[in-house]
């Protein structure tokens, strides 16, 4: 697609729910990441994905978090059974992967807005 | 780790000139980068440095020394709407690393 792609745009959901969020990055983009940031905070790396498997998933918070990536192209972040305080907007940013700097500047979507209630 | 210190916040008058300073560790540096963030939007890329040295782009320019681990964002003739978050990122390998970025307020 011509640019990164998140869905939903808002999402409002009750305590103890799971919640999917997608991601589909620019075509052609082997590297793909998920960040979350609270209201006034920085950007807080959760997971890298480099092709379909993920070497760096460190920012994962806890194991209520976990995500995937199909066909090299979309990713779905799942949280389990949701707290408030996974309430943020969720951004999704792709590169085309490789060194230098047109293969590693990230284009971010508008991100997911989860509200936990 | 892979540190990347900005300041949290810095306050500017328009029409005038604001550094933002970012510090990281150099171990596998491989290119750095600052995004620049509005309220309520993604961010979008503003600079790239990989050698050192300064490079400008208009208003902005950014400045590399990789020995130092070192970067700063220069912004002149301030205005209004430069109003944001001012994100470093590092490329480690292959993979880029954000700061937890420095809001910027532009006050007239």
């Known amino acids: 697609g011509a640019g990164v792609s998140q869905s939903p745009s808002n999402k409002v959901t009750e305590k103890g729910k799971d919640v999917e969020l997608r991601c589909d990055p620019i075509s052609g983009h082997t590297a793909l990441y998920w960040y979350r940031q609270s209201l006034g905070q920085g950007l807080e790396f959760l997971i890298y994905f480099q092709g379909n498997s993920a070497p760096d998933k460190s920012g994962l918070p806890s194991d209520r978090f976990s995500a995937e990536r199909t066909g090299g192209s979309v990713s779905t972040l799942t949280i389990q059974r949701t707290q408030q305080e996974d309430s943020a907007v969720y951004l999704c940013a792709s590169s085309l992967g490789g060194t230098g700097r047109v293969n590693t500047e990230a284009f971010f979507g508008q991100g997911t807005r989860l509200t936990v209630v | 780790g892979q540190n990347i210190d900005q300041p949290t916040e810095m306050t500017a008058t328009e029409g005038a000139i604001v550094q933002i300073n970012c510090t990281y560790q150099?171990?596998?540096?491989?290119?750095l980068f600052w995004y620049q963030q509005h309220a309520g939007e993604a961010p979008t890329f503003l600079s790239y440095n990989v050698l050192d040295g300064l490079e400008e782009k208009g208003r902005f320019s950014s400045f590399l020394s990789r020995s130092k681990g070192y970067s700063y964002l220069l912004l002149k003739e301030l205005q209004m709407k430069d109003s944001a978050s001012y994100l470093c990122?590092?490329?480690?390998?292959?993979?880029?690393?954000f700061g937890a970025g420095t809001i910027l307020r532009v006050k007239s």
């Open positions: 150099t171990s596998g540096f491989n290119g």
């Open positions: 990122a590092v490329v480690y390998g292959n993979k880029l690393v």
